[in-house]
């Protein structure tokens, strides 16, 4: 259902997930989603990602989209570490921002960022998309109606051998699985329990250049109600969310982009996104739609945060990983600034 309120979407990055953004964009109603102007730092290959998505600008450099007159909203895309100063550029210019998660690479820079939304008082969400899938919103009604009873325990495991993903496994751009792994168990973890873990406990085990590439952790909340999390680049894992009650358990599969779910009576339930313009590179990014919408709602309900991933949330995230990333030893340059 279109409800005739247009946003003008800004693209940062002209990389593969900001082309899944597209694309997930493409399946929504053209009178609510519009894709304006796409970013990167190389002219080229903003021309060449405009041409075939069918954007009407493309701009070599992220501050040309920052001061555009014509884009309400910036999705961010960039690699990790330049989150922090691609989300400051744009919610200094003004920009209401959807940035991916991680959302930065430590707290103190999720802190500068939030600042620097209220100071703007511009929307501003971290892309934590699988809690905006139906999945995600059953779970969070059967905790809310109490069907699940009192919930006791959470197992996630999210692993598949990656040695060659770049990005997982350079210190420079950001590796290790604490980043692009842990954001979704932790996240997964405190939909179920929404109240911050008492105690964090953390194995790990890292590559040739010292970045976690297999990485166990406890979180102990109150009661002595724990999650269990395992994240791994070396093998694939069952990647799975097990949440349980007093009451029953559900089980998310493939709990990162959760089309179904083995639900409190033990029968399967699934909702699927409908396919885009093009093929997505990575599995299911049509299901991007549903944060896409909810950042428009949001905004035009003039709301700063979304209560599905809040400024608390995304400070809570950023510092259950910092605290493991200590716990295995992987500190990195943005920890000493």
């Known amino acids: 259902m279109s409800s005739g309120k247009l946003?003008?979407?800004?693209?940062?990055?002209?990389?593969?997930?900001?082309?899944?953004f597209v694309i997930a964009l493409s399946t929504l109603p053209a009178s609510d989603h519009k894709v304006v102007a796409v970013a990167a730092r190389a002219q080229e290959r903003a021309a060449e990602f405009a041409k075939k998505h069918e954007i009407p600008t493309a701009l070599g450099s992220y501050e040309e989209l920052a001061k555009s007159k014509d884009v309400d909203v910036v999705y961010i895309g960039v690699l990790n570490p330049q989150h922090y100063e691609v989300s400051l550029l744009m919610l200094n210019h003004g920009k209401h921002v959807l940035c991916e998660k991680p959302l930065a690479m430590n707290k103190?820079?999720?802190?500068?960022?939030?600042?620097?939304?209220?100071?703007?008082?511009?929307?501003?969400?971290?892309?934590?998309?699988?809690?905006?899938?139906p999945s995600y919103q059953h779970v969070r009604q059967l905790i809310q109606s109490g069907a699940l009873g009192e919930i006791k325990d959470v197992q996630v495991n999210f692993g598949f051998p990656m040695p060659n993903v770049d990005r997982l496994q350079k210190r420079e751009l950001g590796g290790g699985v604490v980043y692009d792994l842990g954001i979704y168990t932790i996240q997964a973890s405190q939909w179920a329990f929404q109240e911050p873990p008492q105690k964090i406990e953390s194995t790990g085990h890292t590559n040739a250049e010292g970045i976690d590439d297999d990485v166990s952790t406890t979180l102990t909340y109150s009661g002595g109600r724990t999650a269990r999390m395992r994240i791994s680049s070396r093998e694939k894992l069952d990647n799975t969310a097990i949440i349980k009650g007093t009451k029953g358990q559900v089980t998310l599969i493939d709990f990162w982009t959760p089309n179904k779910l083995i639900d409190i009576d033990g029968k399967e339930k699934e909702w699927l996104p409908p396919k885009g313009k093009h093929a997505t590179n990575y599995a299911n990014s049509e299901a991007m739609r549903y944060e896409a919408e909810a950042v428009r709602q949001s905004i035009f309900a003039g709301e700063l945060e979304n209560k599905n991933v809040s400024y608390a949330d995304s400070l809570l995230f950023a510092q259950i990983e910092d605290t493991i990333r200590q716990q295995i030893g992987v500190l990195n340059k943005y920890d000493e600034q």
């Not at 002209?14 to 899944?20: N, P």
């Not at 820079?109 to 934590?128: C, P, S, T």
Request: proline share 0%; hydrophobic share 50%; net charge positive.
């Open 7 to 20: 946003i003008r979407w800004g693209i940062a990055s002209a990389g593969k997930i900001s082309e899944d």
């Open 108 to 133: 103190k820079q999720v802190e500068g960022i939030l600042a620097a939304a209220k100071a703007n008082k511009r929307f501003f969400m971290e892309a934590v998309w699988s809690r905006f899938f």
